[in-house]
């Protein structure tokens, strides 16, 4: 079988897309409004995508008839800021509740009841029970045709619970983090307990930039 998505209705695709594009890590993001509600909701068109800058997107689905806006898209591209939380399975039902359509004047969190911790370079919170947050400026935003929009962001400060990280050699402990994915359907998620190990074939390019990884900016002034 194949699908001519060209000529599919767009919740056809969305379906088809969403039900094998899968695990997808779930983006929990908090932003502020202009009079400085906290809104906080779930995204799993989100992954990271470069590390210089390191840079994150999220994909929001709206519709340009029905439902034209998310209050997260508005709130970005108002403030600029935003924080992404990554979701354990200890914190998957007030995720899920975020999930709802609350109307902007109201507190998600403090409806999920979750806890709002202070960020350091951003002004919406972090999500205090979350295993990992990172906080984000918006890079540039791309408004697709059809509706959706992308956001790109680039990732400023990561916060992680220390039980969670080696700080000698930055191993981080990731079954630890008990971290979920959405998969089909609308009530479907993956746990990420059931893994396996695939060797990576040697490359010399890996090996040479393992040994010899590349200065900062700072440290090769200071070395000069
Ligand atoms: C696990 C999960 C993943 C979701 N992923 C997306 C997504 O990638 N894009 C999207 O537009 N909505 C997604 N949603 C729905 C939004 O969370 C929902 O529309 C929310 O009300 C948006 O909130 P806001 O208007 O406060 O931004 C997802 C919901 C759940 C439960």
Redesign the pocket.
């Known amino acids: 079988m194949d699908f001519n998505f060209r000529e599919m209705r767009r919740l056809d695709r969305y379906k088809l897309m969403t039900s094998t594009i899968v695990p997808r890590p779930?983006g929990f993001?908090t932003s502020l409004s202009k009079d400085g509600i906290v809104?906080?909701?779930?995204?799993?068109?989100?992954n990271g995508m470069a590390s210089e800058p390191p840079t994150l997107v999220?994909?929001?689905?709206?519709y340009a008839d029905i439902a034209p806006?998310?209050?997260?898209?508005d709130n970005i591209r108002d403030t600029g800021e935003f924080v992404v939380a990554l979701v354990s399975e200890d914190i998957g039902d007030q995720?899920?509740l975020?999930?709802?359509?609350?109307p902007?004047e109201v507190n998600?969190l403090e409806e999920a009841g979750l806890t709002a911790l202070p960020a350091v370079d951003v002004a919406p919170p972090l999500i205090a029970e979350a295993p990992v947050n990172f906080e984000c400026k918006r890079t540039t935003a791309l408004e697709m045709s059809g509706g959706s929009k992308i956001i790109v962001g680039e990732i400023l400060r990561m916060h992680i619970k220390d039980e969670f990280v080696d700080m000698e050699k930055l191993y981080v402990d990731t079954p630890a983090l008990k971290l979920i994915g959405?998969m089909h359907g609308t009530g479907w998620?993956a746990r990420t307990s059931d893994l396996y190990e695939l060797k990576r074939p040697n490359s010399p390019a890996a090996r040479k930039l393992m040994d010899e990884p590349p200065a900062l900016d700072g440290e090769k002034e200071t070395s000069e």
């Not at 809104?39 to 989100?46: K, L």
């Not at 975020?98 to 609350?102: A, E, K, L, N, Y």
């Open positions: 779930i993001v809104n906080a909701a779930p995204f799993s068109f989100f999220l994909g929001l689905e709206t806006v998310k209050d997260t898209g995720m899920n975020c999930s709802t359509s609350f902007p998600e959405r998620y």
